[in-house]
């Protein structure tokens, strides 16, 4: 099957393109687009990959499932297009780089992250529009880890950024020996204020790229 995503992923994911479970999800996806509002945008769903070819990423920051709002969702986790109100767990992302970094961020779309190095991958890649979660568990969560796993076992020195229980669920899938993994409670509302704010992720995860002789994320 032929799957349009950046050549040096397709490289490395090609054996899951060949399991039966990514014929069924491709499927799905197809019907679930023709069936009606479905997000982000077809030409978005890969969008992460596309922009952090695979021997770029330095960082990983792991997320759930896309916005279901049309127009919020743009193929990178936590991310909103310019223009858009952040999301909650955006406000709280942004509040805690000031505080860590001092870095007073105005766009909310995170497309410069992603361009540094900033893997921004959500577990989900697709969600029926208004409808959180409805395309979880078809397939989508086999075809993220197998891009974790690959990026532990290939890769050395990167930073996991995992917030949320559902995130951190994924360290199995990391080799803690040879990367580092930040964990922390979620940025959402409910759970902001029990560990995240403070946990200080951007500075952290800049002090271990200076240590490992790799270029810094410009957080702004």
Known sequence: MTVRIEPSWKAHLQDQFEQPYWQALT???KDEYAAGPCCPAGKDIFRAFDLTPFDDVKVVILGQDPYHTPG??????????????????????????????????????????AEQGVFLLNSVLTVRARQAGSHANKGWETFTDSAIARLSEQRDGLVFILWG????????????????????PHP?????????????????????????????????
Request: hydrophobic residues 40%; positive net charge; aromatic residues 12%.
């Open 72 to 113: 919020a969702a743009m193929g990178f986790c936590f991310s909103v297009p310019d223009g858009n109100r952040p999301q909650p767990s955006l406000q709280n992302i942004f509040h805690e780089l000031r505080d860590d970094v001092g870095v007073e961020r105005r766009h909310t779309d995170l497309t410069d992250w």
């Open 27 to 29: 499927e799905f996806v």
């Open 188 to 220: 959402s509302p409910f759970s902001a204020r029990k560990g995240f704010f403070g946990s200080k992720p951007f500075s952290r995860t800049n002090d271990y790229l200076a240590a490992h002789g790799k270029e810094l994320i410009r957080w702004a």
């Open 165 to 184: 229980s559902y995130a951190i669920a994924k360290r199995a899938l990391i080799d803690t020996g040879k990367h580092l993994v930040l964990t922390s």
